[in-house]
């Protein structure tokens, strides 16, 4: 029963990881299909591309921004010498 249980646990986060990549447009053709079906038979799946939709569109709106490289590493060595 472990053994079933091991291999669900990766279907699920390999189904979870093509569904983002399916939304963000990273997916080949393949895994746009497995999408589709995964999205079709699968509840988890559709409610986790529902709520995934929502958190992308909620980022998009505060208008997030990521800082460089350079900008972290100013910010670390300030924080040192506090």
Do not use: P
């Not at 709520?51 to 998009?60: A, D, M, R, Y």
């Not at 800082?67 to 924080?79: D, F, H, Q, V």
Request: hydrophobic share 35%; charged share 35%; proline share 0%.
């Amino acid at each position: 029963m472990k053994h079933g249980f091991r291999r669900m646990k990766i279907f699920r986060e390999k189904a979870k990881e093509i569904c983002t990549k399916s939304q963000y447009g990273e997916a080949t053709w393949w895994e746009l299909l497995q999408h589709k079906v995964f999205s079709t038979f699968w509840k988890e799946c559709a409610e986790f591309t529902v709520k995934n939709t929502k958190l992308t569109s909620l980022c998009e709106q505060a208008n997030l921004h990521v800082i460089s490289e350079e900008e972290k590493k100013a910010m670390k060595e300030r924080l040192k010498d506090c």
